[in-house]
């Protein structure tokens, strides 16, 4: 893998940038007050493309289809839900559609920046119009219904269909906050403020978007065109980045997105105060922040995420409170209220951690698993480089936890892989190995079509009782080779949900050694570029981009099918929303000639009868059940697209949802006082309990009977 990044980082210093003559596609100078790309940007975008067309892992020709793909990829990325755009300036974008990858070739960016300056006007239309029906009559008892998600609608055909949609928009946002009052004039005053600053607020964040950020959004359409893992990083963005790499930061410890323009969940940082306080999880939206104890809570929906970022962060020992609407519940729901007091959130203590569960086997014996839940592959690279004795790494430290389990006689252990998005590929190997007697653990394949086989070398096993491991839609990359790994060489069983399927590898690129001199030297001239970059920051950003491929050692791929286990849970997670074959853009599933390898055991029959036995179980239990309701639960939610603006029938919904959530969380509670000291049940959704893991070391108890007879 080094020798190939030396031959790509070779390559990337001999691309020839040609200056381009040509006239700009559209004249922005003639547009008053919009935003224009520098020469820098247009510099960087004919890099790029050239990244893609010479060096990256697809290759892919700029042509009619990839800018069709790019055009596409703008519009989302702007208006995904089609709530300020019209349909004239769709039919007027239309003439771009097959020529904006010959014009980030040619570093012509003013096609891209009149489509992002046109939504940005629309945006500001639509608030200023927002604030005008604040303060408009609404009949609350009216039978109509606001569509919030716009997504699979038409464009606005005319200005009047774009007004009642956002008369509906603020009508929903005063009967939120209305049922939340008690309906007195004061209380509903109140309110009229609350939402008249929110969109003056978003009116003026708007307003200081610069060009920078609408060419962080653009860059963004051109590389997820060509893939979901390849990412330009302007400097601000490529600081912060680097910065997370970093592993170390101020805040709540939670990775934050937006939908439908609000803030959500999108990971919980294991060790940060969200993840030792169970607060939050997955898909969970913020709807409000304050600070202190005693703060006023500041409307954020509608907001950009770094300006919501920004209100959430901040130093350790102070504390933020956080409005939040749980994950599958309508936006029309009772928020409840998480207090947090911020930490230094260190994600180098992303380690290796035990424990040890006892559970009682089919066959009355009583059975001592070791867990060993892994949230990531990590290794201290820079110590490792040193030949520093006592550098830290997920072998390492896992090695000592294997050690520890067996001074306690556990009979089992289980590695928990669930929601570990990668990380090392060293690491997996390494970490396979600990398993495995030596031989091959993973195939990469380079730009150049030339395969290595990377082996574990080292002789001996770390433990070579019975194994488990445990995965979920969100194990990538690095957890899925070791799975897959485990699974080849028979070696263990693989429990949980299929995983992923991101099979690629990315190496990240200082654009700034890819800028020829001569470009340099016409930056350099350019007072335009002069932006004051924030310390530390490369100065023309940075690129993650695709050059290898993973491969099975049997060798199948695990683009996108990812590992399938062996025993399989139903999961909440769709394979039509999350995971690789969600992402139009991924490589396709493919496979190379099998590594030399030989099996350690045939597992299939053994297998067959623990999933027979797991079937059983499942019928016969109550934890199993809600598992089904909620994912039943959460495909009709996310089918929804609107919500009743008439008051009486909103408050009947949310009653009817607080009585359902109320049973539920009694159901639960009555679980928990019947289950036996140390068990536990349910769902991923439920705090405090475990269903996936608590089956999977039931499995594990059958495998070990069926070992011993």
């Known amino acids: 893998m080094e020798n190939m990044l030396k031959k790509v980082f070779f390559a990337l210093f001999v691309v020839a940038i040609v200056a381009c003559g040509s006239k700009p596609r559209v004249d922005l100078k003639a547009e008053a007050g919009v935003l224009q790309p520098t020469a820098q940007h247009a510099v960087i975008a004919k890099d790029v493309v050239s990244l893609f067309e010479t060096v990256s892992y697809k290759k892919v020709p700029f042509n009619d289809s990839i800018s069709s793909l790019v055009f596409d990829n703008l519009l989302k990325a702007v208006d995904q839900g089609k709530n300020y755009l019209m349909q004239a300036d769709i039919d007027d974008f239309e003439q771009y559609r097959n020529t904006l990858g010959q014009d980030f070739r040619d570093g012509d960016l003013s096609a891209a920046y009149h489509m992002f300056n046109v939504y940005m006007k629309r945006y500001l239309e639509r608030l200023d119009y927002a604030l005008t029906q604040v303060e408009a009559p609404h009949n609350f008892s009216v039978d109509e219904r606001y ?18 949609q956002w008369r509906r928009r603020v009508k929903y946002d005063l009967l939120n906050l209305r049922l939340s009052g008690d309906g007195s004039d004061s209380a509903a005053a109140k309110q009229k403020e609350i939402l008249t600053n929110r969109y003056k607020n978003l009116i003026s ?29 302007n400097p601000y963005f490529a600081q912060r980045f680097n910065e997370e790499m ?13 939908e439908n323009e609000v803030v959500k969940v999108a990971d919980v940082i294991v060790g940060g105060p969200v993840y030792k306080e169970k607060a939050l999880q997955i898909d969970d939206r913020i709807i409000a922040v304050a600070q202190g104890k005693d703060g006023e809570f500041e409307d954020i929906i509608g907001w950009k995420l770094d300006h919501a970022v920004a209100k959430i962060k901040g130093p350790k020992g102070t504390v933020v409170r956080l409005k939040v609407i749980p994950a599958g519940q309508d936006l029309t729901a009772e928020p409840k209220v998480v207090s947090l007091t911020r930490d230094r959130v260190v994600i180098e ?12 086997g089919d066959d009355g014996k009583t059975y001592r698993i070791g867990i060993i839940s892994l949230p990531k592959f990590y290794i201290d690279f820079d110590a490792y480089r040193k ?34 998005g990668g990380g090392s590929l060293q690491e997996s190997i390494e970490l396979t190995g600990l398993f495995i007697d030596k031989g091959p653990v993973v195939q990469v394949r380079d730009t150049r079509n030339r395969v290595d086989v990377n082996e574990d070398r080292e002789t001996g096993v770390a433990w070579d009782g019975p194994l488990g491991v445990i995965i979920n839609r969100f194990s990538a990359s690095a957890s899925e080779i070791f799975a897959a790994a485990i699974q080849d060489y028979g070696r263990g069983i693989v429990l949980g949900s299929q995983s992923y399927g991101k099979g690629t590898v990315q190496s990240a690129i200082d654009m700034g050694k890819v800028i020829s001199p001569a470009d340099r030297l016409l930056l350099k001239a350019k007072a335009d570029d002069k932006n004051g970059l924030p310390v530390g920051a490369p100065q023309f950003g940075q690129i993650n981009i695709t050059l290898a491929k993973f491969y099975r050692i049997t060798g ?53 009868q623990l999933e027979a036995k797991h079937q059983d179980r499942m019928e016969k239990s109550p934890a199993y059940k809600f598992l089904l309701e909620d994912i039943e639960t ?29 049973a539920r969380s009694d159901a639960l509670q009555q679980m928990r006082i019947n289950l036996p000291l140390g068990g536990g049940a349910a769902t991923d959704v439920d705090e405090g309990l475990d269903f996936i893991q608590e089956e999977s070391l039931a499995v594990m108890a059958d495998y070990m009977a069926l070992v011993a007879k």
């Open 349 to 360: 203590d992303e380690s290796a951690k035990r424990e040890v569960k006892e559970v009682v």
């Open 387 to 420: 030949n520093d004795p006592n550098y830290k790494s997920t072998t390492r430290d896992v090695r000592l936890l294997l050690d520890s389990l067996k001074q306690e006689n556990v009979d089992a252990v289980v590695m928990d892989l669930r929601f570990n």
């Open 246 to 258: 970093a592993n170390t930061f101020e805040g709540i410890g939670a990775r934050l997105t937006t």
């Open 205 to 233: 964040m708007a307003k200081k978007t610069d060009n920078n950020e609408a060419f962080q959004v653009i860059m963004g359409a051109l590389t997820d065109a060509v893939d979901p893992h390849t990412s330009y990083f």
């Open 556 to 608: 199948s791929s695990t683009q996108h099918k990812g590992v399938v286990p062996d025993i399989v849970f139903p999961s909440l997670y769709s394979e039509e929303k999350y995971g690789e074959s969600s992402e139009p853009s991924a490589l396709p599933w493919d496979q190379i000639k099998p590594a030399d390898f030989v099996t350690i055991a045939d597992l299939k029959p053994t297998i067959a």
């Open 634 to 662: 959460m495909k009709r939610q996310e089918s929804e697209t609107s919500v009743a603006l008439q008051e009486e029938k909103l408050k009947k919904e949310r009653e009817e949802n607080r009585l359902k959530s109320k």
């Open 147 to 164: 569509v919030y998600n716009r997504e699979k609608e038409d464009w606005f055909a005319s200005e009047a269909e774009a007004d009642d």
